[in-house]
């Protein structure tokens, strides 16, 4: 996400899906990365982004480290403000609770 050339795709994608990314960047690159997107969508386009979200009785941001990965987890605040402040509208939250597979619980993920 961080190096792909969004200026080379203004105005190209009806709709930009992003899943579990959001964790492993930090927040300038999430910056640059939304206002890329931002000018790569068409007008009325839209973004969806599902990723790891703390649970609401979580304050501080958290690393989820794993064998499998390892990224941060974010407040729902947090993506809230980014989003915003890349001029970016939220048309819809969706939240969806934590799952478990028998070995791992999952976070809750919006």
């Not at 200026?7 to 939304?34: E, H, N, P, T």
């Not at 501080?60 to 941060?72: A, F, G, K, P, Y």
Request: net charge neutral; glycine share 6%; hydrophobic share 35%.
């Amino acid at each position: 996400m961080k190096e792909f050339n969004w200026s080379q795709k203004a105005r190209s994608y009806d709709c930009i899906f992003c899943i579990w990314g959001l964790g492993y960047l930090k927040r300038a690159d999430y910056m640059v990365m939304l206002a890329g997107i931002k000018r790569a969508l068409k007008p009325n386009g839209f973004i969806i982004f599902f990723e790891s979200i703390l649970r609401y009785d979580e304050t501080e941001s958290r690393l989820h480290d794993t064998i499998e990965q390892q990224n941060v987890v974010r407040s729902r605040d947090y993506y809230l403000e980014l989003f915003q402040q890349a001029g970016l509208r939220v048309s819809k939250k969706t939240y969806y609770d934590a799952w478990t597979d028998g070995e791992n619980l999952s976070e809750e993920y919006a």
